[in-house]
């Protein structure tokens, strides 16, 4: 086999709680991932060395040096194995840059799964997600797809009942928010508040609707402890999320550390609707109708 192409979804949280900052930097969540219709492609081809090329929705803000999280995982599988491997990655964008939709996650989880079938490996799922653990929070989620429940800095997963299809619309910002900025935001708020920051947990009601497949009941649930320092770092957001309640969205919210802004729509018609409506007033540079759940990374 000399070429391999991963299709991998961006996903939004439909609910992110952060508690207290741990002695270790990182804080511990309750991470509701849902993975949605809005794909990068990762293809893998037969190569003596490693290297990336980005193609696409914003590529040239994509490093394509060791900072690259699909170099990273491309190493990190090799180094699993045990022997020295080469691929060349060309990776094709539409999951936005730094917008809060795990973009670089999902590439890094598209490269282990084009690798391992590439390098002829067959190494299990279970094994891919233990690297994925160990390359950042949100890759082993990219690998699962669905919807799911994560704790501890967000990579231990619980997959969850969802009981339909649920019709989003995500508006995309100009530039990016770097994730480590915004997690600094948050903290910093946090003590100027002397707010008590409380252990996370799961929203009951949130399951709840979730399970039940009910837009409706899921909207006014939607919820983002990043939300405020997202807000802070950039003020037009607020208007962005504003402007959708007022379209008629069910719900809304900065998706992840942001600025992609997430809308619930109550179905396929209203979340075309909406986009257009979006882009209209101007509050986006463009808009983006999706649904989900969707699988996670997966060979086409």
Request: glycine content about 12%.
């Amino acid at each position: 086999m000399s070429s391999v192409t991963v299709r991998v979804p961006a996903k939004v949280n439909v609910q992110l709680s952060v508690g207290p900052l741990r002695d270790d930097g990182y804080h511990d969540l309750v991470n509701v991932f849902h993975a949605v219709s809005v794909f990068d492609e990762v293809i893998a081809k037969e190569s003596e060395s490693i290297s990336v090329r980005v193609e696409g929705e914003s590529a040239d803000l994509v490093p394509v040096d060791n900072g690259n999280l699909a170099i990273q995982a491309a190493r990190a599988l090799a180094k699993h194995a045990g022997r020295t491997y080469g691929v060349e990655l060309v990776i094709r964008k539409a999951i936005p840059v730094a917008g809060g939709m795990a973009g670089g996650s999902a590439d890094a989880a598209g490269t282990l799964v084009a690798c391992n079938e590439l390098w002829g490996l067959g190494l299990p799922r279970e094994d891919l997600m233990e690297i994925a653990a160990d390359l950042g929070s949100d890759v082993p989620f990219s690998l699962l797809g669905g919807t799911a429940v994560g704790t501890g800095r967000g990579e231990q997963l619980a997959e969850l009942p969802t009981g339909g299809r649920f019709h989003w619309v995500f508006a995309i910002a100009d530039g990016g928010l770097s994730t480590a900025r915004v997690y600094a935001e948050c903290d910093r708020l946090r003590a100027a508040l002397e707010e008590v920051v409380a252990w996370p947990q799961a929203s009951d009601a949130l399951l709840a609707a979730l399970k039940a497949g009910d837009a409706r009941a899921l909207g006014p649930e939607l919820a983002n402890d990043l939300q405020p320092a997202a807000l802070m770092l950039r003020a037009s957001l607020a208007r962005t999320l504003e402007a959708g309640r007022e379209l008629g969205a069910l719900g809304a919210i900065v998706s992840g550390s942001g600025p992609t802004c997430a809308f619930l729509a109550a179905d396929e018609g209203q979340a075309r609707e909406l986009a257009v409506a979006l882009v209209g007033a101007g509050v986006c540079r463009t808009a983006v109708p999706a649904y989900g759940p969707v699988a996670g990374a997966s060979i086409v």
